[in-house]
């Protein structure tokens, strides 16, 4: 945190922990500034993008939430393609064993289409 709304200005606090409640003072929309108070008292001005309100930490989360779902959910996905792979390879070595084997008269499983 700082003393005023720019890198020039003296610095109040160091190394705010992640999370830490703050209380919103003010906004400096122009500098994009947001003046704060710490629940021990410190004021100063942090850059917006280091501020996240609570609705910001709920999108977060869900965010979270939604992309470990997606990934639980391709992994499910690849699991199901390898075995639809394996059977589809299945079928086709089943179907080539029949071709070899040919039928009663020795000849092949495939079936006669009109051309």
């Known amino acids: 945190m700082r003393s005023?709304?720019?890198d020039g200005h003296r610095i109040v606090h160091r190394g705010l922990p992640s999370g830490?409640?703050?209380?919103?003072?003010?906004?400096?929309?122009?500098a994009e500034y947001t003046h704060v108070r710490t629940a021990g008292g410190a004021r100063g001005l942090d850059q917006h993008r280091n501020i996240s309100s609570k609705r910001t930490r709920?999108?977060?989360v869900q965010l979270a939430t939604a992309n470990n779902r997606?990934?639980?959910?391709?992994r499910?996905?690849?699991q199901r393609g390898e075995a639809l792979t394996g059977t589809e390879e299945h079928q086709q070595r089943s179907g080539v064993e029949r071709r070899s084997a040919g039928g009663p008269s020795g000849e092949s499983s495939k079936p006669n289409w009109p051309k």
Request: aromatic fraction near 0%; charged fraction near 15%.
């Open 4 to 6: 005023g709304p720019s």
């Open 20 to 30: 830490t409640e703050l209380e919103v003072l003010g906004v400096d929309t122009a």
């Open 76 to 78: 499910q996905l690849a």
């Open 58 to 60: 709920s999108a977060q």
């Open 70 to 74: 997606i990934q639980a959910l391709e």
